[in-house]
């Protein structure tokens, strides 16, 4: 047996690896990695979650941001972009729609915006939970005061997206501005976890001067922070950003990640993202096959859709969100899986 397949069939026994056995698989070239650790990490998504993928409607209700990431295409420093916010009404309508469509969880995902401060987040939520109580409803809203994580949760919300993008203090300081910190960021995802929600975490793979050992960090973190849901994808150029002239990352080294991280977690709700699709018309098929159950349809108006462009080309900004529900279905069903009406909730044991 090689000894590729022996480092895979040990890391599916034991869900961890040595430094040295995990860069070993993040780094090795071998055309096979690939394929050996996908159906490891499909063999193990199945024992938790079976053929099912479960949906998120993303509702992208602001692409303000006071943040000047040096990736993020809606960055503040962008001046090209043509700015919006959608209404509390606006946002209803947009779960009613969903919910029509099969939708249990919701996903309300923009800058961090002033604009939207904690009385009027709140009233959303609250909103949203009188609406439909049976669902979950998740912010992915950016770095708050613990305070205000707490009136989220009070108010209804029980699900947060928060990427750390990169665990190495170093690495992050190359992408972000000064006045942002690591130390912040990891320091809201703890505090997330302490008020109760089911966190999500994640980062960016390929992104400019990522090396190894950013992506092995990246894998201990996660280990320390344990979130419910890990959503990666490729690092995606665009043209009004300092790294316009940065190379993208790629399916290849994504849909390895995506793997290693279902052998690592194998509760975790692990998204194939709309990104994945971007950089390869199969990318989100390969990502569910790659150990992926999650996929996020976009619920938001159809008029404001190629406005929230964090990177380059972003799929699906002109379908109705039928369409996309559709399209879903018989991509999900195509690849092997089936779409599910579920809240989707974390299986941490079988």
């Known amino acids: 047996m090689s000894r590729i397949k022996l480092l895979i069939d040990k890391l599916a026994r034991q869900h961890d690896l040595s430094d040295a056995e995990l860069l070993a698989l993040i780094t090795l070239k071998d055309e096979n990695t690939n394929a050996l650790l996908a159906a490891a990490a499909d063999k193990i998504r199945r024992q938790y979650y ?43 309508a947009c779960c009613r729609n969903g919910y029509a469509l099969g939708f249990r969880t919701f996903v309300l995902q923009g800058g961090e915006d002033p604009y939207f401060t904690d009385e009027r987040i709140c009233a959303i939520v ?73 966190v999500g975490s994640g980062f960016m793979v390929g992104s400019p001067y990522q090396q190894p050992h950013n992506l092995l960090s990246d894998l201990r973190f996660l280990q320390r922070l344990q979130p419910d849901m890990i959503g990666i994808g490729p690092y995606i150029t665009h043209a009004q950003t300092p790294f316009k002239n940065q190379p993208s990352g790629t399916l290849t080294q994504t849909l390895r990640m995506l793997s290693l991280l279902r052998l690592l977690f194998p509760y975790a709700l692990l998204p194939a993202t709309t990104a994945l699709g971007t950089i390869d018309p199969n990318g989100r098929e390969l990502g569910l096959q790659a150990g992926g159950n999650v996929v996020m349809p976009n619920l938001s108006p159809v008029g404001v859709r190629k406005l929230y462009e964090l990177y380059a080309n972003k799929i699906c900004t002109g379908e109705e969100a039928a369409q996309c529900r559709g399209c879903l279905e018989a991509r999900v069903h195509a690849a092997g899986y089936r779409i599910v009406t579920d809240r989707g909730d974390v299986k941490r044991q079988i």
């Open 50 to 92: 079976g053929d099912a993928v479960y949906i998120r409607g993303l509702i992208e209700f602001t692409n303000y941001c006071r943040n000047n990431c040096y990736y993020c295409g809606i960055r503040a420093g962008n001046s090209h972009v043509q700015r919006y916010r959608l209404t509390q009404e606006e946002i209803l």
């Open 126 to 198: 609250a909103a949203i939970r009188a609406q439909h109580p049976d669902c979950a409803i998740t912010l992915s809203i950016g770095e708050k005061p613990r305070a205000s994580y707490q009136a989220y949760f009070d108010a209804g919300a029980n699900r947060y997206l928060l990427r750390h993008e990169t665990a190495d203090p170093a690495h992050y300081a190359l992408l972000h501005p000064e006045s942002m910190s690591l130390e912040n960021r990891k320091r809201c995802l703890f505090d997330l976890k302490e008020i109760g929600y089911q």
